[in-house]
């Protein structure tokens, strides 16, 4: 009686979702039965690794669960109207990005030149070619095709035209194997690859590329 007093005395109201308020004066809540209730208690064996294996795995409890076909058509509709509002959503985008989907320009800039610069590294420091080596028609026609055009003093290096390509140590710096021009009236001028990458990159990707260069590129020790 004390603890049915001191419920009613609180008598809070709890919503559970009904349309209407159920209050605990109903004394349908507060009605105990008067026998004792039975509780059966059910023991959960665990099986030992040694015992052989386990069929309730972590694969069988990560497995999808069976749902009744009321509840998964229930489902298959609720996905069907995200699908519909993604696909509005998605095209929203689309037409205020012009119809193009996103693109991650740095990955796009890295795919155009990072075989290059791999390319070039093979071309000094693998000994395929030894200084003064003409470079194979193949490998000039990458450097004269994909490369010098994008130097920023590509004309100046040409001069009067270029007689081949080849590989050799810089002049100023004796432990520095870098490529040359070599002129058809003979003479030798060096040019940095890396002004050839960096030439690149500012004319196909001119609103992205001081930001990359300043993420991507080193602070190199000598100016090419």
């Known amino acids: 009686m004390a603890m049915a007093s ?11 979702h009904h349309r209407n308020p159920i209050s605990l004066h109903s004394p349908s809540i507060l009605s105990f039965p008067s026998h004792r209730s039975h509780f059966r208690y ?80 093979m071309l000094l420091h693998s000994g395929k070619y030894e200084s003064g080596d003409r470079l194979s028609p193949e490998h000039e026609k990458t450097i004269l095709e994909r490369l010098l055009p994008y130097h920023p003093e590509c004309e100046k290096k040409i001069g009067c035209g270029v007689d ?8 100023d710096f004796e432990s520095s194997r870098c490529l040359f021009v070599v002129r058809k009236d003979g003479e030798l001028v060096d040019f940095s690859y890396w002004k050839c990458i960096k030439g690149l990159i500012r004319k196909n990707y001119p609103l992205y590329a001081d930001s990359f260069i300043l993420r991507h590129f080193r602070r190199r020790r000598r100016s090419d």
Do not use: M
């Open 6 to 16: 001191s419920l009613t005395s609180k008598s809070p109201h709890i919503h559970l």
């Open 42 to 121: 059910c023991a959960l064996k665990t099986r030992s690794s040694a015992a052989g294996p386990d069929p309730y795995t972590a694969s069988d409890l990560l497995r999808k669960p069976v749902i009744s076909p009321a509840v998964e058509e229930s489902t298959a509709e609720v996905s069907s109207r995200v699908s519909d509002d993604d696909d509005d959503d998605d095209e929203d985008d689309d037409n205020r990005s012009g119809g193009e989907g996103w693109v991650d320009w740095e990955d796009q800039i890295l795919e155009d030149t990072v075989p290059l610069v791999g390319f070039v590294r």
């Open 164 to 171: 081949y390509i080849t590989v050799g140590y810089h002049p």
